[in-house]
């Protein structure tokens, strides 16, 4: 069993996919090629957000949008510790300090409730995570970054194609990003990302941040990064985005049939108002180190995100934070563990996981 079955997916779509390359190989344009233009159209309109601009990958993206915002040395971006580090990693690169507030237990995203008491006068941002391919609660985050003139950029790496109140991750807030490393729900073949943004003139700066703070070949407006997208990926993410809404159908379906059947778990919490698209399915027990052991025995792999939160990594030791200052946080990461899942799954697998975790959960009597 494949814990996202990518080869699955590159079989079915096969004959688009190396007709998209072979444009990319005929014309000999691998940077700022047809297909990133098109590519960027296509994300524009797939969540109607009037600005996408393609960029090499998810960490870039959100860096991009922090130097859009105007982030820099001694500033603070009030984010979660229950991240990949990239989010926390791009805001500490530019020097500006990641300020942690802890996540909501049925959700794991981002608690707003906490977001007030840690706003100072240095405060320019507010980044949270769309976690797991849930979106997390932007109109209240967006109320108060606009009470206190702060930024708001949405991390959607995991929740690009997922919604909120009826619209789609990614068009929501201000400045948005995703990543489309290979394993997330829309993935090219390597690493690649996108900066989504409301405003016509930071979409004109952002196009510049990424191509060495040009404003035309050879004259720099700011001091700007290599952050472009290939064309070649480009080329990937415009085949698979045509298929992309159907795929998002096929994962909530298995996600479905894990919650009907797995028993003695917490399974994923979706909000009134939601549809996530499962950028994973992870469920919590106690249990979590014992049952991934016991799932492997039986060739049913499993993963964890995120097995140590933010504030107790070496690297942000110099922030001052101890075990205890995010107890929530704390806890989901002794207890997440995240099963396979893709649009590829068959029943047959869908069973053999449920049987597994049932399986184990009756053996300590839980179920």
Not at 143 to 171: H, M, N, P, R, T
Request: include cysteine.
């Amino acid at each position: 069993m494949d814990f996202t079955n990518l080869q699955s997916q590159y079989q079915l779509y096969k004959t688009q996919i190396n007709a998209e390359i072979q444009k990319v190989l005929d014309s000999s344009s691998y940077i700022n090629g047809e297909s990133i233009a098109r590519l960027e159209r296509g994300l524009s309109e797939f969540c109607s957000s009037p600005f996408a601009i393609a960029c090499s990958s998810g960490t870039d993206a959100i860096i991009l949008a922090l130097l859009a915002c105007g982030v820099g040395r001694d500033d603070e971006v009030i984010t979660t510790p229950f991240t990949f580090i990239a989010t926390a990693e791009a805001i500490a690169f530019l020097g500006a300090k990641p300020v942690f507030v802890d996540i909501f237990e049925d959700t794991y995203n981002f608690n707003y409730h906490l977001i007030e008491e840690k706003i100072t006068p240095k405060t320019k941002a507010i980044l949270p995570v769309s976690l797991y391919g849930q979106v997390c609660d932007l109109y209240p985050i967006n109320q108060i970054a606009q009470k206190y003139g702060l930024c708001v950029i949405e991390d959607g790496a995991q929740s690009f194609g997922g919604k909120y109140q009826g619209k789609y991750s990614c068009s929501l807030s201000p400045l948005a990003t995703t990543s489309f490393f290979p394993s997330k729900p829309l993935g090219c073949y390597g690493d690649g990302g996108a900066v989504f943004c409301q405003d016509e003139g930071l979409a004109h700066k952002i196009k510049s941040l990424l191509s060495h703070g040009q404003k035309r070949r050879y004259i720099h407006q700011y001091i700007g990064m290599n952050a472009r997208m290939d064309s070649l990926q480009a080329s990937i993410l415009c085949a698979k985005l045509k298929f992309f809404k159907d795929e998002i159908l096929k994962r909530q379906e298995v996600a479905k049939y894990y919650d009907n059947h797995l028993q003695g778990v917490i399974t994923p919490f979706i909000q009134e108002g939601n549809e996530s698209v499962y950028a994973q399915y992870s469920i919590c027990t106690p249990y979590r180190d014992e049952l991934s052991v016991y799932l492997k025995e039986r060739e049913i792999p499993t993963a964890v995100h995120y097995p140590m939160p933010l504030h107790l990594q070496e690297a942000f030791e110099y922030l001052g934070y101890k075990e205890g200052d995010f107890p929530v946080s704390e806890k989901i990461s002794k207890q997440i563990l995240s099963l396979p899942m893709s649009a590829f799954i068959t029943q047959e697998e869908r069973e053999r996981v449920v049987e597994g975790v049932n399986g184990f959960m009756t053996s300590r009597g839980v179920v």
